[in-house]
T-cell receptor, first 111, second 114 residues
Framework: QKEVEQDPGPLSVPEGAIVSLNCTYS??????FMWYRQYSRKGPELLMY??SSGNKEDGRFTAQVDKSSKYISLFIRDSQPSDSATYLC???????????WGAGTKLIIKP | DAGVIQSPRHEVTEMGQEVTLRCKPI?????LFWYRQTMMRGLELLIY????????DSGMPEDRFSAKMPNASFSTLKIQPSEPRDSAVYFC????????????FGDGTRLSIL
């Protein structure tokens, strides 16, 4: 079993829908949780960065961490075609530089 | 502000040739990472530098791979000799040192070994 599990998709939704992307993990020592967005033929771009449990909101994006369930989510409100990309979750133990990555979920927003 | 800059963006070469990938990290960043991304294995960390010093190269697949960071603004990843299974997208990322500092990625080098 992988340390971080993420459904590769693709996930296809109509424009304007609320999107929910998720990752589960097995290491309870993870403290820092990140969501990266990767457009085709580009590098991963940091979208959201949270420490420990709770919610963090930035515009149309909300990141949620539930450490008791070992589950993190990224919600996208009012989804746009420009949100079509691969979304990767990443996490790490506090004192460790090494990120553990999910496989990435390919998201398609249909106009 | 300039982000992480990688060159070349694309490289196609024949098996057995030497390949050199280049990276310029974000100015002021003192940690640098080389990753490889494939469909099968996703993102894999190859090597990590702190203040130009290699800290962890356990992800380097074989002795054919080597990386250097001669100064704070430049790093290279070299493959010699190259093999078809080395075909992948290679990313460089940089960050400030610290457990709460995020990594910022370049746009990668798409490498094809024929």
């Amino acid at each position: 079993q992988k340390e971080v599990e993420q459904d590769p998709g693709p996930l296809s939704v109509p424009e304007g829908a609320i999107v929910s992307l998720n990752c589960t993990y097995s290491n309870s020592a993870f403290q820092y949780f990140m969501w990266y967005r990767q457009y085709s033929r580009k590098g991963p771009e940091l979208l959201m960065y949270t420490y420990s449990s709770g919610n963090k909101e930035d515009g149309r994006f909300t990141a949620q961490v539930d450490k008791s369930s070992k589950y993190i989510s990224l919600f996208i409100r009012d989804s746009q075609p420009s949100d079509s990309a691969t979304y990767l979750c990443a996490m790490r133990v506090g004192s460790n530089y090494q990120l553990i990555w999910g496989a990435g979920t390919k998201l398609i927003i249909k106009p | 502000d300039a982000g992480v800059i990688q060159s070349p963006r694309h490289e196609v070469t024949e098996m057995g040739q030497e390949v050199t990938l280049r990276c310029k990290p974000i100015s002021g960043h003192n940690s640098l990472f080389w990753y490889r991304q494939t469909m099968m294995r996703g993102l894999e960390l190859l090597i990590y530098f702190n203040n130009n010093v290699p800290i962890d190269d356990s992800g380097m697949p074989e002795d054919r791979f080597s990386a250097k960071m001669p100064n704070a603004s430049f790093s290279t990843l070299k493959i010699q000799p190259s093999e078809p299974r080395d075909s992948a997208v290679y990313f460089c990322a940089s960050s400030l040192i610290g457990s709460n500092q995020p990594q910022h990625f370049g746009d990668g080098t798409r490498l094809s070994i024929l």
